[in-house]
């Protein structure tokens, strides 16, 4: 007999998988739609070791234990469960982010949706961060994984 899937829902830490090799990104599920709760949005997560402006630190619990990392919300997309499904990807819900840095995540989507937020001044350790050009690779390579995902995203249904 085959386990019924639930539903994708906010708090949700999905690993999605596909034909190009992992390297380590996770999806962090925000909040639904308000005019389709099919779709939800989700952010990057890693654990690269440091945090950007656009970044914002993440704990998750699940199989794998504790993660401890950061959930990129400028990379942020709408996912579509059955999407996911149509364009190859197997997803697994590996865990749950914490409440509050689920609050710390839709509080900077709103920042950065409005402009706003507390990034007036943005800390020395941040800008060192932005510089850096490991940061800087690594970020490609996360916005890699999210173009093929949003490519996916758009050739389905």
Request: aromatic share 8%.
């Amino acid at each position: 007999m085959r386990a019924t899937r639930r539903a994708l829902r906010p708090g949700d830490l999905l690993v999605l998988s596909g034909p190009e090799p992992p390297i380590g990104v996770f999806w962090a599920l925000v909040q639904s739609h308000p005019d389709d709760p099919l779709w939800v949005f989700g952010v990057p997560v890693t654990q690269y070791p440091f945090l950007g402006v656009d970044d914002v630190a993440i704990e998750a619990t699940g199989r794998f234990g504790t993660l401890k990392g950061g959930g990129h919300c400028g990379l942020g997309l709408w996912l579509r469960a059955g999407a996911i499904r149509t364009a190859g990807l197997k997803r697994r819900v590996a865990g749950r982010i914490r409440p509050r840095d689920l609050k710390g995540v839709r509080a900077r989507l709103h920042d950065l949706a409005t402009g706003g937020g507390p990034w007036v001044q943005v800390p020395l350790f941040v800008s060192e961060t932005e510089d850096s050009a490991d940061y800087r690779d690594w970020m490609s390579q996360v916005d890699r994984v999210r173009g093929n995902l949003e490519a996916c995203m758009a050739g389905t249904p």
